[in-house]
């Protein structure tokens, strides 16, 4: 199953990126997705996660109130758009997708896509 992020870029501070992640091949609306980012040097980690029917979304407290997370069950899409950007904002980020069905846990991930926050 793949998961294809696009979006990323360099932008300058206070400046804004829209990340996109496709899930063609996925029963979409049974997943709950994540972006995730990794820094160099950094462990890898949770930025924003949306439920399967879009109903409850969660942040990284440092990006409360600029990122926002949404998700369009018939297209297949998830977005991250990332407002008032910073430079520790710089990382790979990457789409990632999760569900249990019938008690078996899937997980995916997309090949990430970089986000370079610099003036």
């Known amino acids: 199953v793949q998961l294809v992020e696009s979006g990323g870029g360099l932008v300058q501070p206070g400046g804004s990126l829209r990340l996109s992640c496709a899930a063609p091949?996925?029963?979409?609306?049974?997943?709950?997705m994540s972006w995730y980012r990794q820094a160099p040097g950094k462990e890898r980690e949770l930025v924003a996660s949306?439920?399967?029917?879009?109903?409850?979304?969660n942040f990284l407290d440092s990006v409360k109130g600029r990122f926002s997370i949404s998700r369009d069950n018939i297209q297949n899409m998830v977005y991250l758009q990332m407002n008032s950007l910073k430079p520790e904002d710089t990382a790979v980020y990457y789409c990632?997708?999760?569900?249990?069905?019938?008690?078996?846990?899937?997980?995916?991930w997309g090949q990430g896509t970089q986000v370079t926050v610099s003036s």
């Open positions: 990632h997708a999760e569900a249990t069905v019938y008690g078996l846990k899937y997980n995916f």
């Open positions: 091949e996925l029963t979409f609306s049974r997943y709950d």
């Open positions: 949306i439920t399967s029917a879009g109903s409850n979304t």
